[in-house]
């Protein structure tokens, strides 16, 4: 693209909003900004100088490149309907970067709708925070034709620290789900060894260090740790969505005929802060249910 294309931006969350914040600071066009809740969509426009599309088809219709940023399966579904309201109306020439965790199936079915509309689909799975979104330290992996990869590669490189190429539709989610489901096994893990260490009457705070010099060291040590100590679960990834990506991981598993005791042991975990309630913390909650102290002191969740 010669000249810097308009993106539109659909769903507008946390992570939606703050990649759009970020192309707009890096001199990109946001155009047109949705999300079903409307009142997100017009206090972001206002914002960055976007509209807040009413439609999905008025994204489509303002940008060159939209960006989506929806929760699941269900809902990657139902903005590329093949009726109604729709991003596939007048798709033709436009590219579509899919940013959810979602089952590596249905990023092939709307490539697949896509392309016979003229159009391109393109998964760019995120291994990264909401905060990186902002400043523009994204983890990316994209994943789909390569020409349409290399078209869009120089937006894709302005929300990212470190750009991947994975392959064919589908290679890059399977790839976000194995690495969420080793995170989400390492967070239990981490909540089971610091609950334990509570139990036996152990320093948590020297406890967390000597695991840090140790074996027992993880990248989730350090983002989660503290917060497991704390109780501080301000959600930048939720148990839910833990929960979610655990089972896109067992399923997959499922169907390569592999048995995974831990990654089925860890969504149980995370069902089970569902069932309770607390399935908007942070995943750094699973602790919760493993400090014996906490169970006479539930955490309030509002």
């Given amino acids: 693209m010669s000249e810097k294309p308009r993106i539109g931006v659909v769903g507008v969350g946390r992570m939606g909003a703050n990649m759009a914040r970020r192309l707009h600071d890096a001199g990109y066009r946001v155009t047109a900004v949705y999300d079903v809740r409307p009142q997100a969509a017009r206090e972001l426009a206002a914002e960055i100088g976007a509209e807040a599309a009413g439609t999905l088809a008025r994204v489509t219709e303002l940008a060159d490149v939209v960006i989506t940023v929806v929760t699941d399966d269900a809902a990657m579904r139902t903005i590329y309907a093949t009726s109604g309201d729709s991003l596939l109306a007048g798709a033709n020439g436009k590219i579509f970067v899919n940013s959810a965790t979602i089952t590596p199936g249905v990023h092939v079915e709307v490539q697949a709708l896509a392309e016979e509309r003229g159009a391109s689909s393109l998964e760019a799975s995120l291994a990264s925070s909401i905060p990186q979104a902002r400043d523009g330290t994204l983890y990316m992996m994209v994943a789909g034709r390569r020409a349409a990869f290399e078209r869009v590669e120089p937006i894709l490189q302005a929300m990212s620290k470190k750009l991947r190429y994975i392959g064919e539709a589908g290679q890059a989610a399977k790839v976000k789900?194995?690495?969420?489901?080793?995170?989400?096994?390492?967070?239990a893990g981490l909540a089971e060894g610091l609950g334990l260490g509570e139990a036996l009457g152990l320093d948590l705070t020297v406890l967390r260090e000597v695991f840090a010099e140790t074996g027992a060291n993880s990248r989730v040590l350090e983002t989660d740790g503290t917060d497991m100590q704390n109780r501080e679960h301000d959600v930048y990834f939720s148990a839910a969505h833990a929960a979610k990506d655990s089972h896109i991981a067992t399923a997959?598993?499922?169907?390569?005929?592999?048995?995974?005791?831990?990654a089925e042991a860890t969504a149980k975990q995370y069902d089970t802060m569902i069932e309770l309630g607390l399935g908007e913390l942070d995943k750094s909650g699973v602790a919760e249910l493993t400090f014996a102290s906490r169970r006479a002191q539930p955490l309030a969740t509002t």
Avoid: C, H
């Fill in 177 to 187: 789900a194995l690495v969420n489901m080793v995170m989400n096994i390492n967070t």
């Fill in 252 to 262: 997959l598993a499922r169907e390569a005929g592999l048995e995974l005791p831990l």
